[in-house]
């Protein structure tokens, strides 16, 4: 999914990016429906997780995430994962890729 | 764990060749990669980290530090270049894209500290990429 944000940098300056995000679930293929996840669902969940969260809005000023930590592509990162891992059913999530700029991309895994 | 993944492009010319086999047994071995004038490609490089996040920063890396390592250590002396020609290693060394993935892996590796180098991505076509993470690999 993509999204667009902006934060204030450690000058004090706002800048934003339009952030692309990639995320792997794993599991077991239901055998009835031959899906490791309702791509529908996920997509819901996605979009409810992060897009109304963070999608337009300024993740220094609009959001109680970064009060006391810069939001870099590591912390925004991890913090996608936990908030995705805390959504999602029990380590089903695998991995989320975050890339902020076509030339640097953030991974976490558990 | 948390890895950031870093890209970079450079442009470069080379043979496949091994100076002491013939012409004919180059050509065999490397086809049309052997033509003694050279070809080139625009390589994207993509460089994998892991490491503990600066408290203070939020960050694994400096990207200014990052970026001019790689400026440095990287694109610098491989951006332009004919590489048999004017990188010292490869005129000892064939300038396959595992060679190549290997020279980036030792040039930055011991760079990074306290993150570690973790995987060196080679894009040499949009066919042809090679993976190397610093594991033994000699013949």
Known sequence: MDFSASYRGADGVTHGHNYELEVTVSGKVDPATGMVVDLKDLKELMEREIEARFDHRSLSDDTPYFRDRAPTPETF??????LLDKALPDHSLYRIRLSPTRDLTVEVTR | MIRLV???D????????RPEWSDEHNRRVYGKCANPAGHGHNYTAELCFEGPLDPRTG???DPARLDALLRERVVGPLDGRFLNRDVPVFGRTVPT???IARHIWDTLAGGVSP???VGVRLIETRNNSVEYDGGEDSA
């Open chain 2, 59 to 61: 960050r694994l890396l």
């Open chain 1, 77 to 82: 990162a991890e913090l996608i994962f936990q």
């Open chain 2, 97 to 99: 894209a595992e060679n």
């Open chain 2, 10 to 17: 450079f442009s470069a010319a080379h043979v496949l060749a």
């Open chain 2, 6 to 8: 870093r890209r970079c």
């Open chain 2, 115 to 117: 993150a570690r180098l």
